[in-house]
């Protein structure tokens, strides 16, 4: 019931199925517009992704981390780049999910800031899940939408990453080296044999996604070991992700089937300038991974798609899901006034989305 509960609430799902009831009365779905690829390839992404949060990697990692932070500034580093890191391979939802309670509740202890370090773990999220083809969904569509291989991928998001850690290493100089007690590091077992077997099937995984071997096999690979696991691990999956998927392939393959919108969304994606604008512009209001597969089936400038939509997660609460939970979790957790955080979270994105567009484009134009 809570799976229902979670599915029924999301609202982006809930938008979703509108307008594609809407489509069917227009035209009717083509089984071949619907890319099972890239629907195998979030099934197995969030199933390895939920694994990894059942066997409390991220938390020891959080917990050693903390333990050698002296100062202010040294804790914030060590958290943001714990969010870049766990953003590449967990992505940026469980990211968000985990540091941001567990910084907020040292926070707290020691009367710390807690606004500018949650509105960086959340950005450091969103830049590190950029970087590898699961970290974001939409990045497992581009890759399966335009037959994209692994070399090509990294030389899109290596200079990004970096570009992206420059600007933000300038923040940190913002953060006073205030001295704070060494916290002492919570004693978390780690089951090694499960977690060995886990990174197995990632690395199986890995090769699915740029099609070496069948993604269907890592999906069953990955849903067999949760199983062995602890069944309830499906549970906790993002079944709504998936639905939207499907639901906006449906969606997609009606409209595709009306001239006169194609060639207005034609018109909007003609160049590669273009598309990279059209979407962070769409991601502001439909959130990135709609908007990826929306405009992705109408271009092929497979670059100024991956900027555009990376880039689009930052800027208005919908821009990523990511941005949702920061608040949701900031709310839950946080001893600070809630509409001060969102005002400087607000101002905070959007800086970012500017200089982030503008570094888009000088990448597009190397």
């Not at 590091?185 to 060995?196: D, H, L, Q, V």
């Not at 689009?312 to 609460?317: K, Q, Y």
């Amino acid at each position: 019931m809570t799976v229902l509960k979670n599915i029924a609430k999301d609202r982006i799902l809930q938008i979703t199925v509108f307008i594609t009831i809407v489509s069917l009365f227009f035209a009717r779905p083509r089984l071949a517009d619907i890319n099972f690829h890239t629907l195998f390839s979030v099934a197995a992404m969030l199933t390895i992704i939920q694994i990894y949060a059942y066997l409390h990697i991220l938390d020891v990692l959080a917990y050693k981390l903390t333990s050698i932070a002296d100062n202010i500034r040294k804790l914030n580093i060590l958290f943001t780049l714990l969010a870049v890191l766990s953003g590449m391979f967990l992505g940026n939802d469980i990211t968000v999910l985990t540091l941001i309670p567990l910084y907020l509740n040292i926070a707290k202890k020691y009367d710390l800031p807690q606004i500018l370090p949650v509105t960086l773990i959340g950005m450091g999220a969103n830049i590190g899940a950029a970087f590898t083809p699961w970290g974001n969904p939409h990045n497992i569509f581009l890759v399966s939408r335009y037959g994209v291989n692994a070399v090509e991928f990294f030389r899109w998001s290596i200079p990004y990453l970096l570009v992206s850690l420059i600007i933000m290493g300038f923040v940190f100089f913002f953060i006073p080296k205030k001295e704070i007690p060494v916290q002492r590091a919570e004693s978390i077992r780690i089951s090694w044999r499960p977690t060995a077997l886990t990174t197995l099937v990632f690395v199986f995984f890995f090769f699915g996604v740029f099609r070496v071997v069948p993604i269907i096999y890592p999906m069953l690979l990955a849903i067999a070991l949760a199983l062995l696991i602890n069944p309830r691990i499906l549970l906790k999956l993002d079944y709504s992700l998936l639905l939207t998927f499907t639901g906006f392939f449906i969606f997609i393959s009606d409209i595709q089937q009306i001239p006169a919108v194609v060639n207005g969304i034609h018109m909007m994606v003609h160049s590669e300038l273009s598309t990279y604008l059209t979407s962070i512009i769409s991601s502001q209001v439909m959130s990135n991974v709609p908007s990826t597969i929306l405009v992705g089936k109408f271009t092929d400038y497979a670059e100024a798609l991956f900027l555009g939509s990376n880039i689009g997660g930052f800027g208005s609460v919908v821009g990523s899901m990511a941005n949702m939970l920061v608040l949701k979790t900031y709310n839950q957790h946080a001893s600070i006034s809630k509409s001060k955080f969102f005002k400087q979270w607000t101002a905070m994105q959007f800086t970012g989305l500017i200089i982030l567009t503008i570094v888009g484009w000088l990448l597009l134009m190397i």
